[in-house]
């Protein structure tokens, strides 16, 4: 098993920065790819940012394509996603997610699963 944590999440005004940070443990390794879907009030859950086991391969939604960054911490087992120029339809639960080696764009793919961490952004 592997557990995600996330941490990051907050309250902050539209063109501003916040950066999330998903830690894992437990039966760990380097070889999982990991990621973050964000799921808003009312809305189905979408796909942000993932990247694959070594780093070399990363992918985005279009929608934050350009203002948001993944990176992983392979030593740390941590991935983060610096997210810049947020704007208030960037609000939702965002959530950590961790498959063995190659990314996906799709949520059924990933076994693995965080508690999510709000973010907010006002107007």
């Known amino acids: 098993q592997v557990q995600l944590v996330e941490s990051g999440g907050g309250l902050v005004q539209a063109g501003g920065s916040l950066k999330l940070s998903c830690a894992a443990s437990g039966r760990t390794s380097t070889n999982y790819a990991m990621g973050w879907f964000r799921q808003a009030p009312g809305k189905e859950r979408e796909f942000v940012a993932a990247?694959?086991?070594?780093?070399?391969?990363?992918g985005y939604a279009d929608s934050v394509k350009g203002r948001f960054t993944i990176s992983r911490d392979n030593a740390k087992v941590t991935v983060y996603l610096q997210m810049n120029s947020l704007k208030p339809e960037d609000t939702a639960v965002y959530y950590c997610?961790?498959?063995?080696?190659?990314?996906?764009?799709?949520?059924?793919?990933?076994?693995?699963w965080g508690q999510g961490t709000q973010v907010t952004v006002s107007s």
């Open positions: 990247v694959n086991w070594s780093g070399a391969d990363k």
């Open positions: 997610v961790a498959k063995f080696r190659v990314l996906s764009y799709y949520a059924y793919e990933y076994n693995y």
